[in-house]
């Protein structure tokens, strides 16, 4: 009998081990996992605190099959990106989570890229074949072989969300990937062999660092690079150091020399999200042609800012700030909201309307500078220049942009991953950073302008004889706000009498009776170019454009302007300060001048 | 005895036959001496030098017996190691007076280089390329040079003697020329081919243009050492392209543009003097080019031709010059027998009506740009493996562009000393500097260099790092800021504004201390001679200050041309 009740106690015991041995064996972590995907990786750390493994598990996010135990079944329909918009509506915008975004996102201007889509297409007229109107048309047909949209997928379409992460080294594999694209954190995501069980689990940001930004944004009108006082200079790669070329180095084989930040990065620490909402980033559902269209912040948003009670976004804007992470406590029952009525819930206004700034990236308190209206600013005669006419520091010129295109070799195209014939070589004749040239905005406002694009084309075929009949020239100024503040500005002369700054180019000019007499530096036909006018001419002496302008709407000075602008230098050899007695009664005084009734003989 | 007998039977006909041997071998009787055999219709050199061929192309213990080899004719009879024997008979004035010019010696950069890169203590001369009565060929270089002053030597001669006199310079498009009194007397065109009436030569690579002496001296001939970002190629407009491979444009020609002296240029308003068809030679005697006697030190005192010569001084004296006789109120008459109008200088213009204008050159004003290259970087490579420089392959030196093909790839290990590369921090022809030169006028000022010298020895050690090379006297870095008269200009001087205002101008650099380490290489270094300086404080005040006089001159300049007329106010 004893030895019975010991045997069945002894079995009882033992299949109570193998239950409790195989529940545990299932058990990896405390508490009951949520998926199976645990059994075979473990990921060290969250993703982000609001998406914690243990809680909501891995599927929900990476898809794939979360009850199988093993591979072949675990895998079907996984997602190695969450954040690829291919999926995005599955993932990151299921039901529940953030719903509203895929849509805005694919229709932002960073996954459409319409703006470089209508460019390229509207600058390439003599071939029309076909017209496309977003990334997304490209990707999922065989459509696009016309030359400008072959030079997309080679040149530009590796910066756009559609693009997939990590196909290669580099830059260029850390472009793309939806969602991820811009909140992933670099650093946390080393490239690792995932049939490990232990990975380190890439971590996810809203307080989205500046290199996320640079990835894509060194190029073209490289304003990021700017922001950070980065000049993509000539390509020396000087000073040498260790026997070779410097580290100063961008993607593509390009050096950069330092010159000064944005006065946002260098005094207030700023980072880019600190002024480009994420309504401005993502899209407010609307699909625009131009970036200007999505960006939602003007310099006045914030610089003149019109505080007003929040209303309905104020549930908004604390949502904002909770999801940041880093913002001091605030109320935000008045506030300053973007031109698309985004909250900017990082600023804190307090009873007498006083504002305090707070940095996204750390929530440090950031001294806050409202516009003073004063004699400068107020200046009736200079209400049509915007800030960055005077405020802008530098902003890069690209002079002369050579493109070839040489049919007889291959090239990889970034939207399918593939090599296919054709294969585009970019030249430059030279740069500068200096004595920006400035004409209309769009807006109908005086701002900055620089080459954008100067194309010189020349295609060559299989064998690689010259076709002449598709060398096209393309020649654009193009206007944006290159990032450069400075809280310095340009003396009176340096604008008013400078060729360069007037869109003449630079040259000896003469103010004359009669007119501008001006003769140009750069002697283009000699140079090669096949063109009649230097390349950092705008507009002729006569008020002609020789140049296109890169919106509709805007354009270099007229005749008419450059007469008023160039005669007001007479005055400007004495009377150069904004607080000169004649400015300050402006309409008065110019009109006592127009009726002889002045003095002006200048000092005796 | 017989046997004896029957060997003559072979013997007589072997020995008969020896004769017939010296005719398979090379006689002496092709004499390399009769010259016009073969260079029938070369011309005469001119009518003084109308010898027989050997008088210049044959040493005389040459001349004497049939010569069998054409290796021993003299191809440069001037050139300096023969000079003396072949032409000193009746030119040896002249050939004394190169000798101690500066085309003969490079006293200046030799010297000026030599101290910056502490190799000597001051930068009078004490070297020179060829054999001088006084000054010593330069020290052979180390073998294992540790330092910057140990590399100069080897700079100079494998990288800026290839335009001396006595070395045989590349044969690349615009590089062409003679040695000694031939490179300048006698001209190679751009191409190096020969287009005379000699049909052996004719089509040639490499040769004079003509057998005959260049008269006048065009400027291409003067261009093919005065390249690069030096006076001389400005004055006919042309200015370097940056050196990385995406600066070889445009290619609307269906191809990359055919360099000249082995590098793409920009064309840029050239002199207005060149614009009239004035040479080189119509400004610059013989006293400027060759010397007068005395050992020349630098340009700053070996060129004594001066605008007012021809365009009158500041008070407006009537004073004419020409290159054959005075001819008072007619013109000028260059060397090609033109007759030019001359501007003279006159008050009316309203900015010669500024009396402080007086202390300035000319060019300080009328130089529409010059070159502006900053913070260049010498890396001297001994490793077998350059492939790294592929992109930088066009700098102006065949050696370097030898090594890569057009894509930029390497082509092959090297041996024995490497390349010296150059390389530039950024490069501008406008925004001029000034300082103040020998003669105490203000003038424009270029940094004239601010070296920073890389040696990698051949297993890949760095042995310098960019170092920045210390002033033989120890008073400072051996970097400098010259004078020098850029030749671009033109009848309308620069605004005003381009100097008065402008940090950058009185060499205090481009903008501020918070624009990043690159900038600040645009800030004035001390020239290299005692006598040269860059402005003071108070002169520098005066440049940048907009003082009462300073807007009273400037309104006044801008009313005169602006033709506004205080009676009666024009509307804007």
């Known amino acids: 009998m004893k030895k019975a009740s010991l045997v069945a106690l002894l079995v009882i015991a033992g299949v109570l081990v193998l239950i409790f041995a195989k529940e545990r064996f299932r058990e990896k972590e405390e508490g009951a996992p949520i998926d199976n995907c645990t059994l075979c990786h473990q990921p060290q750390g969250d993703p982000s605190p609001s998406h914690p493994v243990r809680v909501i598990g891995c599927s929900i996010c990476h898809l794939g099959n979360p009850f199988a135990r093993e591979e072949k079944r675990a895998h079907l329909g996984l997602v190695l990106n969450p954040g690829s918009l291919k999926v995005a509506r599955l993932t990151c915008g299921r039901r529940g989570c953030h719903e509203d975004l895929p849509s805005r996102v694919e229709k932002s201007i960073m996954a459409t890229n319409q703006g470089i889509l209508t460019a390229l297409q509207n600058r390439w007229p003599h071939d029309q074949t076909e017209s496309v109107r977003e990334v997304s048309q490209l990707i999922s047909s065989s459509k696009g072989r016309s030359m400008a949209l072959d030079h997309y997928r080679k040149m530009c379409g590796g910066c756009h969300l559609w693009k997939t992460r990590f196909r290669w080294k580099g830059e260029m594999g850390r472009r793309g990937g939806g969602c991820t694209n811009c909140h992933i954190l670099e650093l946390s995501a080393p490239r690792q062999d995932l049939s490990h069980k232990r990975f380190l689990h890439p971590q996810l940001t809203t307080r989205i660092p500046n290199e996320n930004c640079l990835k894509c944004h060194n190029r073209s009108a490289r304003t990021g690079l700017s922001y950070l006082g980065r000049f993509e200079s000539e390509g020396y790669g000087t000073p040498f150091e260790g026997g070779q070329p410097n580290n100063r180095r961008l993607s593509g084989g390009r050096f950069y020399l330092e010159l000064r930040p944005d006065v946002h990065h260098q005094k207030g620490g700023l980072a880019c999200i600190d002024c480009h909402t994420e309504q401005g980033v993502m899209g407010d559902g609307n699909s625009y042609v131009h970036m200007e269209e999505q960006v939602d912040i003007r310099c006045k948003t914030c610089h003149e800012p019109e505080v007003k009670p929040l209303g309905g976004k104020e549930e908004l804007a604390q949502r904002l700030k909770r999801v940041n992470g880093k913002q001091p406590p605030m109320d935000h029952i008045r506030g300053i909201l973007s031109t698309k009525g985004s909250p900017l819930y990082h600023l804190r206004i307090s009873g007498d309307n006083e504002i305090r700034f707070y940095r996204k990236l750390d929530g440090k308190e950031i001294a806050f500078r409202s516009l003073r209206k004063d004699q400068i600013h107020g200046a009736p005669y200079h209400k049509r220049l915007t800030c960055q006419a005077c405020h802008s520091a530098w902003m890069p010129q690209c002079y002369g942009c050579h493109v070839a295109l040489l049919k007889g070799e291959g090239q990889r195209d970034w939207l399918n991953g593939k090599v296919s014939p054709g294969r585009w070589v970019e030249g430059r004749s030279y740069l500068r950073f200096e004595r920006t040239s400035l004409g209309i905005w769009p807006n109908g406002q005086i701002g900055p302008f620089a080459p954008g694009c100067q194309v010189f084309l020349d295609v060559f075929d299989e064998q690689g004889q010259h076709e002449t009949e598709n060398a096209h020239l393309s020649l654009t100024m193009a206007s944006w706000d290159p990032h450069t503040t400075a809280l310095s500005t340009p003396t009176c002369m340096a604008c008013h009498l400078d060729p360069k700054v007037l869109g003449l180019g630079d040259g000896s000019l003469k103010v004359t009776e009669h007119g501008l007499e001006f003769t140009p530096l750069y002697e283009s036909h000699a140079s090669g170019l096949g063109i009649h006018f230097p390349l950092d001419a705008f507009v002729s002496p006569e008020g002609l454009p020789l140049q296109q302008a890169s919106r509709k709407g805007s354009r270099p000075f007229n005749l008419g302007e450059l007469k008023r602008i160039t005669r007001v230098a007479y005055c400007l050899s004495c009377h150069d300060t904004y607080r000169d007695p004649i400015y300050l009664e402006w309409e008065k005084n110019f009109d006592r001048f127009q009726s002889g009734k002045a003095y002006c003989e200048g000092l005796k | ?572």
Request: charged share 25%; hydrophobic share 30%; proline share 8%.
């Open chain 2, 1 to 572: 005895m017989k046997s004896l007998i029957l060997h003559w039977i072979w013997i007589i006909p072997v020995i008969s036959l020896f004769p017939l041997l010296s005719l398979a071998l090379p006689t002496d009787s092709t004499d390399f001496r009769s010259c016009l055999e073969c260079h029938n219709g070369i011309e005469r050199m001119d009518k003084d030098h109308a010898f027989p061929c050997m008088t210049c192309h044959l040493l005389p213990e040459d001349r004497g017996q049939p010569l069998d080899t054409h290796a021993k004719v003299m191809r440069h009879p001037a050139a300096p190691e023969h000079v003396d024997v072949l032409c000193g008979a009746c030119h040896q004035r002249e050939i004394s007076l190169l000798r101690n010019s500066l085309h003969y010696t490079l006293a200046g950069i030799i010297g000026q280089t030599r101290y910056l890169w502490g190799a000597q203590e001051d930068p009078m001369p004490k070297y020179a390329p060829s054999k001088h009565p006084v000054l010593k060929p330069l020290p052979p270089s180390t073998s294992m040079p540790e330092t910057v002053a140990d590399l100069v030597d080897d700079l100079l001669q494998r990288r800026c003697f290839r335009c001396h006199l006595g070395q045989v310079p590349p044969q690349r498009k615009g590089l062409y020329r003679g040695l000694g009194c031939g490179a300048c007397h006698v001209y190679y065109a751009d191409d190096g081919v020969y287009k005379g009436g000699d049909a052996t030569l004719w089509g040639k690579r490499g040769y004079p243009e003509k057998h005959a002496f260049a008269k006048p001296i065009p400027v291409e001939q003067c261009l093919h050492c005065h390249n690069g970002p030096r006076v001389g190629a400005d004055y006919v407009g042309l200015f370097e392209h940056d050196y990385h491979m995406s600066y070889r444009t445009p290619w609307r020609g269906g191809s990359l543009p055919e360099t000249i002296y082995l590098m793409d240029h920009h064309r840029l308003k050239a002199d207005i003097h060149q614009e009239r068809g004035l040479l080189c030679v119509d400004c610059h005697d013989q006293g400027d080019v060759m010397g007068r006697g005395k050992l020349s030190v630098s340009q700053q005192e070996a060129i004594s031709v001066q605008c007012e010569q021809c365009h009158g001084p500041w008070d407006g004296d009537k004073k004419w010059a020409s290159s054959d006789s005075e001819q008072a109120d007619k013109g000028f008459l260059d060397r090609q027998g033109r007759m030019h109008p001359v501007p003279l200088w006159e008050r009316s213009v309203p900015a010669h009506g500024v009396e402080e204008m007086r202390g300035l050159h000319c060019t300080s004003c009328h130089a529409a740009w010059g070159f502006y290259d900053y913070g260049p970087s010498l890396l001297r490579d001994d490793r077998a493996d350059l492939s790294r420089w592929g992109p930088w392959r066009l700098q102006g030196d065949e050696r370097i562009a030898g090594l890569f093909d057009q894509t930029g790839r390497f082509l092959e290990t090297v041996d024995g000393p490497g390349p010296w590369f150059l390389s530039w921090q950024f490069r501008r022809w406008e925004n001029l500097h000034l300082g103040v030169d020998n003669k105490k006028r203000i003038v424009p000022f270029r940094p004239h260099y601010q070296y920073m010298v890389s040696f990698v020895d051949k297993k890949g050690r760095v042995v310098l790092d960019s170092v920045i090379p210390q002033r033989g006297d120890k008073s400072g870095k051996g970097w400098a800021y010259m004078p020098f008269y850029p030749h671009t200009v033109r009848p309308r001087g620069r605004s005003c504004e381009d100097c008065h205002g402008e940090k950058l101008a009185v060499g205090k650099g481009y903008r501020g201390e918070d624009w990043g380490p690159d900038l600040p290489l645009t800030k004035a270094e001390e020239p290299v001679y005692p006598r040269l300086r860059l402005l003071n404080q108070t002169e520098a005040k005066r440049v940048m200050e907009k003082t009462p006089r300073f807007r009273q001159m400037r309104h006044r300049i801008l009313r005169e041309e602006m033709g506004v007329q205080r009676e009666d106010p024009k509307k804007n």
